[in-house]
């Protein structure tokens, strides 16, 4: 009977060691969200769930010195597109997730 406990006990400890452990993050755990340091993503526009609503991001594109910012929708891939002029240039703008803004012509 002391094998058979003894044996359960090593059984139960096994397991709850290995679901305990979990595996590395799909994503990097050291890029934000939304960026607070000002730096813009190279990779931007970055993909990904965006909270963000229409005039959330309509807000943010002309905080970021655009104007005449219309025609914004989200895309499948969770990017807020539009047009939109910044220095003299229109363009096709875009905000992502972390708060990185693009302009494309």
Known sequence: MKKIAFGLAAVLVTATTAFAQSEAPKTSQTTPAVSSSGEQNPGAPVGGKNSFTEAQA????????????????????????????????????????????????
């Open 58 to 105: 309509k807000s943010r594109i002309e905080e970021a010195g655009y104007t005449d910012v219309s025609g914004l929708k989200l895309d499948d891939q969770g990017i807020w597109r539009g047009m939109g002029s910044k220095d003299g240039k229109h363009g096709n703008v875009a905000l992502d997730f972390q708060g990185n803004i693009t302009m494309s012509q």
